[in-house]
């Protein structure tokens, strides 16, 4: 494994830890700051592509659709 590829699953790692922390704090002010800051960390020093930071992007863009529409839905 080169550098990049393991800066690369390093990356990964902690973007997913960042997602898995803003599942758990919906709803709570900023909770999506922590992991849209990883993504545009990740992307800045290349260790993702382009690709992959619109793809976590809209991940979280979805986790939010999702929760906004069942807490409209309980409401």
Same mark, same amino acid.
């Given at each position: /494994?080169? *550098? @990049? !590829? $393991?800066?690369? !699953? =390093?990356?990964?790692?902690? =973007?997913?830890?960042?997602? #898995?922390?803003? =599942? $758990? #704090? ?6 999506? @700051?922590? &992991? $849209?800051?990883? =993504? +545009?960390? &990740?992307? /800045?020093?290349?260790?993702?592509? %382009?690709? %992959?930071?619109?793809?976590? !992007?809209?991940? *979280?863009?979805?986790?939010? &659709?999702?929760?906004?529409?069942? +807490?409209? +839905? @309980? &409401?």
């Amino acid at each position: /494994m080169n *550098i @990049a !590829q $393991r800066d690369h !699953q =390093i990356a990964v790692g902690w =973007i997913e830890t960042e997602v #898995d922390n803003l =599942i $758990r #704090d919906l709803g709570k002010p900023n909770a999506s @700051a922590a &992991a $849209r800051s990883c =993504i +545009t960390l &990740a992307f /800045m020093l290349r260790a993702i592509d %382009e690709a %992959e930071h619109r793809y976590y !992007q809209a991940r *979280i863009d979805k986790i939010y &659709a999702n929760y906004n529409a069942s +807490t409209y +839905t @309980a &409401a």
